[in-house]
């Protein structure tokens, strides 16, 4: 068996803990605090007794430090002590689960446009709901699995259960999830568009106002004004037709088409170690068993894009409803291939000019665009 660099550093503080070294367990209490404050907000929500749960939680582990067996399994043995406070607390209430203890924010630097948080907001509230219906023992699994990231088998040493029943358990919570959600963001009645022809395409440029053009008597007077933040951006993104050379132009929000950059130059200088929005929903998909394989944009209605994304699970097909630039961030996350009504591209694109180059009326004077993709 291989004890990880975290599982020997434990046992030696432990060791140090039992002879007498207050300072050690005061160390081994803080390399866990993170970890164990989320697990007992996912099982509580944010309720005053949680913190009093931590702090009766690192007592008993102190106190009780002597009867630990094996040393290296620290981590797992003060979990299950917050399990067991955790269950019998929750016993005099009814929980709410704490999805906004987890780390799926945005990343640092990136602000989130009011109407994206909006939708963050309403997912998390739907997730949170449907997570906290689970039955107890189904919610505690998947919360230790999907949100802590920990192995079955430590799981099931944390609950006290067999590694057979907790893959039960994180299986039956995990459909119970999919079909919640199936229902929560699946398509209303009538949606479902009739067959029309689509034109494959992908994702040739994302273009962005970086600043106003300033008239040089004013240049200095101005200068503070120049870099304008995402409230004053536009931005485009440029749909361009596999078989041909046609691109359509559609207007998307400035977080939504940083996103799509963002996920387009991953490995570049362009990257967050914290999930967009959109990566979160990627892994909320993975873990309902729930497959996209194509997004659509299907429909031209008063100047507003309309577009769907095609999903597939265990026993049913669908299309979910969504705004291109949702469909979009979605379709580059996953690898699925993207498609527009060609009626669209037939009304809507623009080819190129003697030059080579496209013209694009983008209707926004005083603005300098640039390409988020190409430096």
Known sequence: MTITKNAQEDTQLVAYALDGDSGAFAELADRHASRLKRLLRAMLGNRPETDDLYQETVLRAYLNLDK???PARFGAWIYSIAVNLARTQRRTFSPEVAWESYPHAEPDGIQVSPEACLIQRETAIRIRRAVADLPEAEREAVVLVYLEGLPHQDVAHQLGASLSAVKVRVHRGRNRLRQVLMTEFGPQPGQNKKEIPMIKVFIHD?????????PPAEEEKEKKHKILGRANRYSVVLLREESGTRVLPIWIGPFEADS??????????????????????????????????????HRL?????????????????????C????????AVRLGVPVFVASEIMDSQSRTLDERGNYV??????NREWISLLVD
């Open 206 to 214: 994302v273009v962005t106002t970086l600043q106003e053009t300033i």
């Open 68 to 70: 630990l067996r094996d």
């Open 323 to 330: 705004r291109p630039s949702d469909a979009l961030n979605m």
């Open 260 to 297: 799509i950059a963002v996920h387009i130059r991953q490995g570049e200088e362009i990257y967050h170690h914290r999930p967009l929005t959109f990566d979160l929903m990627k892994t909320l998909l993975a873990l309902g068993r729930v497959q996209v394989h194509r997004a659509d944009i």
């Open 301 to 321: 209605h008063e100047q507003v894009y309309y577009a769907n994304l095609a999903i597939k699970t265990d026993d049913q097909e669908t299309e979910i409803d």
């Open 360 to 365: 694009i009326d983008l209707e926004k004077p």
